[in-house]
């Protein structure tokens, strides 16, 4: 059995994190997903509550590797 992690810069920060890539926060640019760091939706939320938006909510697998079964 093995795990797989996703490598990328923050859509928002852009620094690097790793991700689940079926599980992290994203947002659509020019119509591609595009990963979220957990510092920067942390950081959004408080905004998003402010303006009457829900926060955006983080999936507990996030920022942990996925099980290759999963793929």
Do not use: T, W
Request: proline share 13%; glycine share 4%.
């Amino acid at each position: 059995m093995g795990y797989v992690m996703c490598h990328a810069a923050c859509f928002a920060c852009n620094r690097p994190f790793m991700f689940n890539p079926h599980r992290v926060p994203s947002v659509r640019h020019e119509g591609e997903r595009q990963p979220v760091c957990r510092e920067c939706v942390e950081i959004a939320n408080p905004i998003r509550e402010k303006n009457g938006l829900p926060p955006i909510a983080i999936h507990p697998d996030a920022y942990e590797p996925l099980n290759e079964e999963e793929l």
